[in-house]
């Protein structure tokens, strides 16, 4: 287990030592998988709702897989000082309010237990998240903007004023409190405003909030923040964020959550009885509902978090007591596979989540840690092991985001949305659509389809990915892509570098590749020597020749060097990928150029195989049971890859 440890920090090491500023899909794709601290910090008290926090906590998620932790908490009741409820709730008095936002001071002792937290989850390289939460939240704030409110807070009445100076105040003391730490740390403004604010109302929240963080300055002017819509709730919930909040600020992260079939995800409860899931049905509505979540973040160019998630426990468990619900509860199949589907089809979206638990006395829990342990840091929490396993076993994170310095092809599997970083062409007397491949994709649920319903030339019909403008020189690319058409022969493409050199345009098209029916067992290749003096390249597809049907899947791309290394060079200067990934076969380590030992750890740290491996050798992992496992060569950082 102690190896294990080392395994996960190496794997980290690029997210605890981040400076400067990260974006909001880098920042997404870091966050990857996660998990709520629910009922802990958000509770009137901690320990009423779940046991208190301990150091040990984040040394159990760092070391499970998981990437972010959110931490909800509730800076009203006793934690903030200064009452609103002297103020009128009628309209047009506004300027009746006489306070001020000095106040709202929040309780130093919180502050700093929230501080403590926050460093014990950022120490373990936890992107970490502070959630506005709670029922005290809810009752003193949220609850003034609710129809349902018997005693409606007008919009321009001195009580709204006073409202929403403390909830300013409050995120004005956080701000100032972190706003040197870490952009690893993360802000999210507000939890499930949607029930009792409109939309217009949380725009201009929003609004409010982003401006407060952005002036506290240092790591906050670009610190990512975690946003949401109002009026309408889960899926449609970030759809109801203006163009004008979004187009604002260039760090925002929109959220949604997802408990639906809520006769499902609640079924413990009295009134809910739907204890199965996992139809074709049920799984598509999940694809619908994501999906409608991913156009509409292509749409507007914001990324993705699901913030929460969640089944009951089994048979409605309690763990604390050991005792099974009055009303049942989901079978533990159903729930098992409910947090599998939901994870996979979030990570194969380019969603971030957050899976909801709060801890050993919820209805819903993944994590079991113990009340006041005697020696806090030596004593590690237990797992619902399926439900854990499932959330880190599942789905494969889209390769769109990222940066160009690194990635010669973004989007090379099409799964951000088909036209995401790629640039369609028609020229000449070609006639041609470009869309999604869909159910003729190779590899998860989407791909490119080129229709060409009137030929020309090879370069009458473009398929262009982005310039990249890294390191070229003395390099050599290749590039590797799946096609078919269909019709069984008869139709042929290229793929072409167009490169800038000596400050012109260069074209260096491969030979033909000649198309089936099916994706070939080995992908099309092409190899191309960057010339001196070139300051971009591009990769193209030239499908323009044959009339029919184009479908393209899964690009790869390589860069080396062609100067000539030795062995403990080129062992520095490649990085080391497993291919395929995910497998359910066999892997094959590229980068590697002479006989080197291996070991693959499972999730727990066990060793499950060991061996020696050279150049283009396989490791046959077909006895493997799914999941993530951990590839570890010598004097190497490890490696993830997923058994499928």
């Avoid at 020189?473 to 019709?487: C, D, F, M, R, V």
């Amino acid at each position: 287990m102690k190896f294990f440890t080392i395994i996960i920090v190496f794997l980290l090491l690029g997210i605890t030592n981040v400076s400067g500023q990260i974006g909001p899909y880098a920042m997404v794709e870091r966050m990857d998988r996660g998990i709520n601290l629910g009922n802990t910090l958000s509770a009137p008290v901690e320990g009423n709702w779940a046991p208190e926090i301990y150091e040990q906590y984040f040394v159990d998620i760092k070391n499970a897989g998981f990437m972010n932790v959110r931490i909800p908490m509730d800076f009203y009741g006793i934690r903030t000082t200064g009452t609103t409820t002297q103020y009128s709730v009628a309209a047009n008095t506004s300027n009746d309010y006489t306070g001020t936002i000095d106040d709202y001071v929040v309780d130093q002792a919180y502050l700093n237990r929230i501080e403590d937290v926050v460093n014990w989850s950022l120490n373990q390289g936890l992107i970490t998240i502070i959630d506005f939460h709670g029922a005290q939240l809810k009752s003193e704030f949220l609850y003034t903007f609710s129809d349902s409110n018997t005693q409606i807070t007008h919009p321009t009445s001195a009580k709204r004023a006073a409202d929403l100076d403390k909830f300013n105040s409050i995120w004005n003391q956080i701000s100032n409190r972190f706003k040197t730490y870490s952009e690893n740390l993360l802000f999210e403004i507000v939890n499930e405003p949607y029930f009792e604010m409109s939309a217009n109302e949380m725009d201009a929240l929003n609004t409010m909030i982003i401006s407060t963080i952005r002036a506290s300055g240092v790591n906050n002017s670009t610190r990512n923040i975690i946003i949401t819509g109002g009026g309408q709730n889960s899926q449609n919930a970030p759809q109801q964020i203006s163009d004008n909040v979004i187009s604002s600020d260039d760090y925002l992260i929109a959220s949604f959550h997802y408990y639906q079939p809520f006769s499902f995800t609640s079924s413990s409860t009295e009134n809910n009885n739907d204890f199965n899931w996992g139809t074709v049905a049920d799984k598509n509505t999940v694809n619908g509902h994501f999906d409608a979540v991913k156009n509409w973040s292509n749409s507007k160019n914001i990324p993705i978090t699901l913030g929460e998630f969640g089944a009951d426990n089994e048979n409605g468990l309690n763990y604390n007591t050991g005792i099974y619900g009055s009303y049942g509860g989901p079978i533990n199949a159903s729930r098992v596979e409910y947090h599998r589907y939901i994870a996979e089809q979030a990570i194969n979206r380019g969603f971030s989540f957050s899976a909801w638990d709060a801890g050993n006395k919820s209805n819903k829990a993944i994590h079991l840690r113990t009340d006041n342990p005697s020696t806090a840091n030596e004593i590690s929490g237990t797992w619902v092991l399926d439900v854990r396993d499932a959330l880190l076993s599942s789905g494969t994170w889209p390769l769109c985001y990222g940066s160009t310095e690194d990635l010669i092809i973004l989007n090379p599997e099409f799964e951000c949305g088909y036209n995401t970083d790629w640039n369609f062409i028609v020229s000449g007397t070609a006639v041609a659509t470009f869309s999604d491949a869909d159910t003729d994709s190779r590899n998860g649920s989407s791909g490119a389809k080129v229709q060409v319903n009137s030929a020309d030339t090879y370069n009458k019909v473009l398929l262009s990915n982005i310039i990249f403008t890294g390191d070229l020189t003395n390099k050599k690319i290749t590039i590797k892509t799946y096609a078919k058409s269909l019709a069984t022969s008869g139709q042929s493409f290229k793929i072409r570098v167009k490169a800038v050199v000596n400050g012109n345009n260069s074209f260096v098209p491969s030979s033909e590749f000649n198309l089936t029916n099916e994706y070939p067992q080995n992908p099309f290749e092409f190899e191309y020597i960057i010339p001196d003096n070139t300051s971009s390249i591009q990769v193209q597809v030239m499908l323009g020749n044959d009339q029919g049907s184009y479908f393209l899947d899964d690009f790869e791309t390589s860069i080396e060097s062609t100067e000539p290394l030795s062995n403990e060079e080129i062992i520095v200067k490649n990085k080391k990928t497993i291919y395929p990934n995910p497998s359910s076969g066999s892997i094959t380590i590229l980068g590697i150029y002479e006989e080197k030992s291996y070991k693959i750890y499972n999730l727990i740290g066990a060793e499950v195989i060991k061996g020696s491996i050279n150049s283009n050798e396989k490791i046959e992992i077909q006895h493997l049971k799914k999941g993530l496992y951990f590839l570890k060569l010598e004097n190497e950082n490890p490696i993830k890859f997923i058994k499928k």
